[in-house]
């Protein structure tokens, strides 16, 4: 899945992206609040200023990607992959 899918089905309502493939996307900056992720690959992510907040990231790949200054209170990691993660000044 690409960053424009990705963001028009969330801004349709869809908040379950549970298994997607986002390896590599850029969501710089983006607001996914709430959303199911678990599962998900998001290695490589550049998620750096993003919120994902209140975000559902049980057993997400993470190895690599970038969360300089994401929000991420209240998601649930458990399980994920963090190895490699860049969380240099984010909000757990």
Avoid: P
Wanted: aromatic share 6%.
């Amino acid at each position: 899945m690409n960053q424009d899918e990705l963001l028009k089905r969330y801004a349709a309502g869809e908040r379950d992206f549970s298994g997607v493939d986002l390896s590599g996307v850029n969501l710089k900056g983006v607001e996914l609040y709430g959303v199911n992720l678990s599962k998900a690959n998001l290695s490589n992510v550049k998620l750096g200023y993003a919120d994902i907040t209140c975000s559902n990231l049980q057993e997400a790949n993470l190895s690599g990607v970038n969360l300089d200054h994401t929000r991420i209170d209240e998601c649930n990691l458990t399980g994920a992959n963090l190895r490699g993660m860049d969380a240099f000044q984010s909000s757990f």
